[in-house]
């Protein structure tokens, strides 16, 4: 069974899921599902990126990204966090190409 635990595959995730998408496009351009959550995804990798706990790693978040967190996650691990319609985060050349094959698949359908 194919669902949003399972690793991220275009072509299932097009045959399984009609106008969603919530995936990470990590730093390498690789596609993981955004589970549970963008903000927990991120902050779980953070956390592993830096080696610290979660409450040592988001205490490093500035006050100017208390309201903009996700960006800030994004930021602090070099992913991206994509939706169908937006992205949060700036694309690396790898992270592009993956996004601009999530478009051409017709699974994001924002800005470029």
């Known amino acids: 069974m194919y669902d949003v635990y399972s ?7 097009k045959s399984t899921f009609i106008n969603y998408l919530e995936v990470i496009i990590l730093e390498n351009g690789n ?3 955004a589970v549970p959550s ?10 592993k990126q830096t ?11 500035p006050p100017e990204y208390y309201f903009d967190f996700v960006s800030w996650l994004c930021k602090e691990t070099k992913c991206i966090s994509v939706w169908k319609d937006f992205i949060i985060g700036c694309p690396n050349d790898l992270q592009m190409n993956s996004l601009v094959k999530l478009r051409n698949e017709n699974l994001y359908k924002g800005e470029i």
């Open 51 to 61: 080696n610290l706990t979660r409450v040592e790693f988001c205490d490093r978040c």
């Open 7 to 13: 690793k991220f595959d275009i072509e299932k995730h």
């Open 38 to 47: 963008h903000q927990e995804y991120l902050i779980q990798l953070g956390c």
């Open 31 to 33: 596609i993981e599902y």
